[in-house]
């Protein structure tokens, strides 16, 4: 069955830092890829997506792009700032019902 | 414009209670979803609703029903609350975008069962 496996955290970096997070994914057949964004209290909210092979998606300094061949989504930011602190869950959709799958969340904490 | 609603956002039930947890978007979205978030186990669906009138199990449905009262309103009900159900609750409605849709989450609600 479909599954998206993500980075173990937490993550702590430095303000400025750049950020890595990996996601892997397994679906059966051509799925859309999210990434959500979780701040502390509050409920998930999408952060960026693409829908094909090779799509990147992009919001607010993040980035990541659909990478088929090695079935990756990894999520990426040159320079993380405090507020970027939160936790982040890779995704997946596809298939009847738009069934969502989602990753174990990375926490990630960023010090002055 | 309140997007998803959710209450209560926070409860406390002794095992064998019942409570019903409520739902309502402003969005005009057919589909509407709930889940359970545990620490290190991510998000696991528990049931959803495709439009109105129609709900389906999702992975995790045992222990709950829902109601999908009108194209707004989705509640979850716990008949009799185990401390298994101990979680974070969320509701989420999807844009009617085929396969590519975005989820809409509420704030959450928090559930103790001693």
């Known amino acids: 069955g479909d599954s998206v496996t993500q980075m173990e955290g937490p993550v702590t970096l430095s303000e400025e830092a750049f950020l890595t997070i990996n996601c892997t994914y397994t679906?059966?057949?051509?799925?859309?890829l999210f990434w959500y964004v979780q701040y502390p209290g509050e409920g998930l909210q999408l952060l960026l997506k693409a829908t094909k092979a090779d799509d990147k998606g992009s919001n607010k300094g993040f980035e990541a792009t659909y990478r088929k061949e090695t079935t990756s989504f990894h999520l990426e930011k040159g320079s993380v700032q405090v507020s970027d602190s939160a936790v982040y869950f890779c995704a997946l959709s596809e298939g009847a019902g738009n069934q969502f799958y989602f990753g174990t969340g990375t926490s990630l904490t960023v010090i002055p | 414009n309140a997007g998803v609603t959710q209450t209560p956002k926070f409860q406390v039930l002794k095992t064998g209670q019942s409570m019903t947890l409520q739902c309502a978007q402003d969005?005009?979205?057919?589909?509407m979803y709930w889940y359970r978030q545990d620490p290190g186990m991510g998000l696991r669906l528990i049931y959803y609703s495709a439009s109105e009138g129609t709900t389906d199990k999702g992975e995790v449905p045992n222990g709950y029903n829902v109601s999908r009262l009108n194209k707004r309103e989705f509640s979850l009900r716990l008949e009799s609350a185990a401390p298994s159900q101990t979680s974070v609750y969320f509701c989420a409605t999807q844009s009617p975008v085929l396969y590519t849709g975005e989820l809409f989450f509420g704030e959450g609600s928090r559930l103790t069962v001693l």
């Open positions: 969005m005009n979205h057919n589909s």
């Open positions: 679906a059966t057949g051509y799925p859309s």
